[in-house]
Nanobody, 114 residues
Framework: QVQLVESGGGLVQPGGSLGLSCVAS????????MGWYRQAPGKQREFVAQ?????AYADSVKGRFTISRDNAKNTVYLQMNSLKPEDTAVYYC??????????WGQGTQVTVSS
């Protein structure tokens, strides 16, 4: 059973930076498409960034967020810079492979507020 554990969330002021990590319980980071999604209160979960296969970012985070991975550590990262209040959400790590395998972490809260 694959488990994804996120960490690194917290409270940050507008314009600040925060780094998230997602550790997989098994060696899948090098083989799966790894991504980050977020869900703000009252809104649907939305795509943020992915790596593996196609590197992609949501338009709202391009130039501010960077996704990366360390295959040896089974870890995916999301570096978030120039944070805005509208980035406030629960951030979820995702791992998927084809149509059969799709895993989610439990989420980590990011709050951008002064």
């Amino acid at each position: 059973q694959v488990q994804l554990v996120e960490s690194g969330g917290g409270l940050v002021q507008p314009g600040g930076s925060l780094g998230l990590s997602c550790v997989a319980s098994v060696n899948i980071v090098s083989r799966y498409t790894m991504g980050w999604y977020r869900q703000a209160p009252g809104k649907q979960r939305e795509f943020v960034a992915q790596t593996g296969g196609t590197l992609a970012y949501a338009d709202s985070v391009k130039g501010r967020f960077t996704i990366s991975r360390d295959n040896a550590k089974n870890t995916v990262y999301l570096q978030m810079n120039s944070l805005k209040p509208e980035d406030t959400a629960v951030y979820y790590c995702n791992a998927k492979y084809g149509v059969l395998y799709n895993y989610w972490g439990q989420g980590t809260q990011v709050t951008v507020s002064s």
